[in-house]
């Protein structure tokens, strides 16, 4: 396993972080659509984290995540110079990039992250990119400026209205495609319901639209099939075939279910390790 030490750590928004991981070989074959699988502790399980930017001269990678579950909260507790026990990548398709004029790409959330990494695939490959973000709220909002350095235009909403416009994301979208009939492709990142609407938005409009699935994983690697979602009727595994589909073609439905599956078990762990914390800080 290639040696990752994490060199920075920033709370970026509410209880989302990011990390700048030293991982060398990992920065230098990572492109845009990848993820890694992250294990931070020998008992802990292994999770994927989408690449939201590399560094190919420096050899690092960022990750950010929203601290939902156990592996997240470990993972928020080391520091600067601190060894990943595991860091496995880069895993997944490629995003399939191509020159095509106008690209929309929305992020939702955390999904913010992934989403910069493929709207700067997309610059680079010179496409006019118009980046759409949004969250609940203003304090929820990041990378703003990172993708203002190369989206001509960035559009952002706000649930609660305190920034940008209030309302969904998918709400800028169908204004914006309204007054542009060119945009060649529509790409989503973030919570299942908001890929699945985005989807229901450019359907009327036949518009070409990739999701970033985020499927519960195990091995990462086409084994265990833990991450299998139905595309056009056919079964794929996220890890493999994916994380990207054609948004018109996922079964949403099925994808929201399997999410919920281990919801139970996630809580009893979360509650346990609050459990030996406090029992440590009685004992300290
Ligand atoms: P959230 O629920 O606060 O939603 C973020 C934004 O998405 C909202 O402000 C809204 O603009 C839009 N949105 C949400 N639901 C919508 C709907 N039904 N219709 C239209 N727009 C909608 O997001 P959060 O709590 O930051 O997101 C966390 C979720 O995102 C987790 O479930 C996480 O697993 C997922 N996620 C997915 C990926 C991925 O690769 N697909 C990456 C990171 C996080
Ligand atoms: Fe095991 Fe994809 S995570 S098959």
Redesign the pocket.
């Known amino acids: 396993m290639p040696q990752a030490v994490l060199e920075k750590y920033a709370l970026i928004a509410g209880q989302t972080s990011k990390i700048i991981i030293h991982a060398p070989d990992i920065a230098r074959k990572a492109r845009p659509g990848n993820f890694v699988m992250l294990r931070v502790t020998e008992t802990g399980e292994r999770f994927p984290l989408?690449i939201a930017d590399t560094d190919h001269d420096r050899g690092t990678i960022t990750l950010v995540y929203?601290v939902?579950g156990k592996s997240t909260a470990l993972l928020e507790r080391l520091e600067a110079g601190d060894e990943l026990l595991d860091l496995c990548g880069p895993l997944g398709k490629n995003t399939a990039i191509e020159k095509s004029g106008t690209v929309i790409c929305v992020g939702?959330?955390?999904?913010i992250?992934?989403m910069h990494h493929l709207a700067k695939g997309h610059h680079q490959a010179g496409n006019h990119v118009i980046a759409i973000i949004?969250?609940?709220s203003k304090n929820?909002i990041f990378f703003e400026q990172e993708l203002s350095l190369f989206c001509p235009e960035l559009l952002i909403?706000?649930?609660d209205g305190s920034y940008g416009t209030k309302g969904?994301?998918?709400e800028l979208l169908i204004e914006r495609i309204k007054k542009d009939p060119t945009i060649s492709e529509v790409m989503a990142?973030?919570?299942?319901?908001?890929?699945?609407?985005?989807a229901k938005v450019t359907k009327p409009f036949g518009l070409k639209t990739i999701?970033?699935?985020?499927s519960i994983m195990i091995d990462g690697v086409g084994m265990c099939g833990a991450c299998r979602v139905t595309v056009g009727g056919e079964t794929k595994f996220t890890c493999v075939d994916g994380?990207e589909f054609d948004g018109h073609l996922v079964d949403f439905t099925e994808l929201k279910q399997r999410l919920r599956a281990f919801r139970e078990q996630e809580l009893i762990s979360i509650n346990q390790m609050r459990q030996i914390q406090e029992a440590a800080a009685a004992v300290s």
């Open positions: 989408t929203l939902v939702g959330g955390t999904g992250a992934a949004g969250a609940r929820l909403s706000t649930d969904l994301v998918t990142v973030g919570p299942v319901p908001m890929m699945e609407a985005v999701v970033s699935l985020n994380p």
